[in-house]
């Protein structure tokens, strides 16, 4: 049962070459736009830093992730050509990312979801041919494996620690796990069962999955994520910050 | 040596008071509201600037205004950490500041209105929170002293960001300029506001001078940052808001026009723009934190039974 758009329904394609990085530069940045919304908001200052650190190391990552595509596509286009400038339907990355913070049981399920993909992506990629490729993947698996460290630490502490941290972890798991089709694997499936067991929590029965993001058919949260983040581009075109 | 002489000894010559020396209890509590109140500054600081980190208009902005923001909730953390080796605990600070018994720097009850304030706020506030913190690392209370000399290298980093974002716009369109002075427009006043009082009114300076805990007066300080700043508004192309600002050759100083106190004292008292907002803000903050924070000790209690 996988809900994905209408045939035919793909955006205005990316080039193949650099469709790939494309697409992971969006998730990273999504991502890190999503994170950049709790500084100031977390339950203490020592998470408030945290979701700081790995929101800044997932920018990092889009960064040169734009950056390299505007090289290999050779057009000139640099980061914020990627980031400021192109539409929801231009957008690739997966569904997941995009979905709204929630509570704090939220972020960290997302964000655990989103680990273990990054781990398994970036371990892949980080002894390819392509040296740049290799470099920013070498460098994305390290902070991957680090941002792993905390949200499954905090996944087991939720699933393990109070009746109600528990309830709302398990009803964060339940509510994206609809979102997790475009990032799963076998080794993906293998290491989320594994934390889940210590944590205590449970794989939804529910099989519905709703896919689309590296199509460009979104959930409706990403148009407002972009409007807020590309606005003063949109209302200052072509100015230098 | 009695303890009181010992204390004396060790601020008569210049040597730092450890959390393990005897000191006067009035000492004591000023360090505590002192540190405190720079302390819960470093953190409601980080929501004037937080408002922008979705808008920044480029990725780069973007990480610099996140990273800078980081560094004040880090400069929080070991604010709290020097004043908890006074005996108080964080949480108990924490909670004065909801309360709204404890202060912060008033400055942070101004709102953010465009992009040009994140540089202004780097240049000016980061600016003035140097010319003070610079003089606090000569303070007489060894772990404060030292929380000042680790802050002061990221503040200055963060008033160079500041800067140049600023120069930025000032070498940028009409609209930047007109953004870029606008904002000095607004946060010049309430800069030269975060120094306090005049002296005449400053009636804990004399004592605090004594201890050594403050070692330039509020005046003082406030000249040496107008005499710094002015050449760099210039240099900008800014105009200051003060019809009175100008160079006095004769005390080698900037005259300045006279501070509007009502207004310190009204938003000081709580009825700035922003002073409900922004402990609202943080209340609510902390307040949805509290199942995770519980959930944390109830799952370190488990592990600890578990391992028993
Ligand atoms: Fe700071
Ligand atoms: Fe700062």
Redesign the interface.
């Known amino acids: 049962m996988i809900a994905s758009g209408p045939q035919g329904m793909a955006a205005k394609a990316l080039s193949p070459e650099i469709a790939e990085l494309v697409s992971y530069g969006d998730d990273n940045?999504v991502l890190?736009?999503r994170l950049?919304?709790w500084?100031?908001?977390?339950?203490?200052?020592?998470?408030?830093?945290a979701l700081?650190?790995i929101?800044?190391d997932h920018?990092?990552v889009?960064?040169a992730l734009?950056t390299y595509a505007g090289e290999v596509e050779g057009e000139g286009r640099t980061?914020?050509d990627f980031?400021?400038r192109r539409t929801e339907r231009e957008f690739r990355n997966v569904l997941l990312v995009e979905q709204p913070n929630g509570?704090?049981a939220h972020t960290i399920v997302r964000q655990f979801f989103f680990d273990v993909y990054s781990q398994i992506l970036w371990s892949g990629l980080a002894d390819g041919d392509d040296n740049t490729g290799a470099g920013i993947a070498g460098r994305a698996v390290k902070e991957a494996a680090y941002h792993f460290e905390f949200s499954s630490s905090w996944l087991?502490?939720?699933g393990?620690?109070?009746e109600?941290?528990h309830r709302?972890a398990q009803a964060a798991v339940d509510a994206l796990w609809r979102f997790t089709a475009e990032i799963a694997s076998d080794e993906w499936l293998a290491r989320v069962s594994s934390v889940f067991e210590t944590a205590g929590l449970a794989i939804p029965d529910d099989p519905y999955q709703r896919v689309g993001g590296r199509d460009g058919y979104h959930t409706e949260h990403l148009g407002f994520l972009l409007a807020?983040?590309q606005?003063?581009?949109r209302a200052?075109p072509g100015?230098?910050? | 040596m009695a303890p009181p002489a010992r204390f004396q000894e060790i601020i008569d010559s210049e040597s730092k008071i450890e959390p393990s020396d005897w000191m006067p209890e009035g000492y004591r509590k000023t360090l505590i509201r002192q540190i405190a109140q720079h302390a819960h500054s470093e953190v409601i600081g980080m929501q004037p600037e937080g408002n922008w980190i979705t808008r920044a208009p480029s990725l780069h902005r973007k990480a610099i205004l996140m990273a800078k923001v980081q560094d004040e909730a880090g400069h929080g953390l070991y604010l709290y950490s020097a004043a908890e080796t006074l005996g108080v605990k964080r949480n108990d600070l924490q909670e004065l500041l909801h309360q709204g018994k404890h202060k912060y720097s008033s400055i942070f009850n101004y709102p953010t209105l465009s992009w040009a304030d994140m540089g202004t706020i780097g240049w000016l506030v980061d600016g003035a929170a140097i010319t003070n913190q610079v003089m606090l690392t000569r303070c007489s209370y060894g772990p404060y002293s030292r929380a000042m000399v680790r802050i002061c290298k990221e503040e200055s980093f963060h008033q160079r960001q500041g800067y140049e974002l600023l120069i930025r716009l000032c070498q940028g369109s009409e609209e930047q300029k007109a953004m870029a002075q606008d904002a000095i427009d607004r946060w010049w006043w309430p800069s030269l506001m975060m120094f306090g009082p005049n002296d005449s009114d400053s009636p804990h300076t004399e004592q605090s001078m004594a201890w050594k805990i403050k070692r330039v007066t509020n005046d003082d300080l406030r000249q040496q940052f107008v005499d710094m700043t002015v050449p760099q508004a210039d240099y900008l192309g800014l105009r200051i808001p003060d019809p009175d600002l100008k160079w006095n050759e004769e005390r080698g100083h900037y005259d300045f026009g006279p501070i509007d106190w009502e207004e310190f004292w009204r938003v000081v008292r709580g009825s700035g723009p922003m002073n409900r907002d922004r402990v609202e803000h943080k209340k609510r903050a902390w307040d949805e934190g509290t199942w995770v924070r519980e959930a944390a000790s109830a799952h370190a209690a488990k592990q600890q039974r578990r391992a028993a």
């Not at chain 1, 908001?41 to 408030?48: F, R």
């Open positions: 940045l890190a736009q950049g919304e500084i100031s908001n977390a339950p203490e200052l020592e998470i408030d830093i700081g650190n929101a800044l920018l990092g889009a960064r734009y980061e914020d980031a400021m509570d704090f087991i502490r939720l393990d620690g109070t109600e941290s709302r807020e983040m606005w003063m581009d200052y100015l230098e910050w």
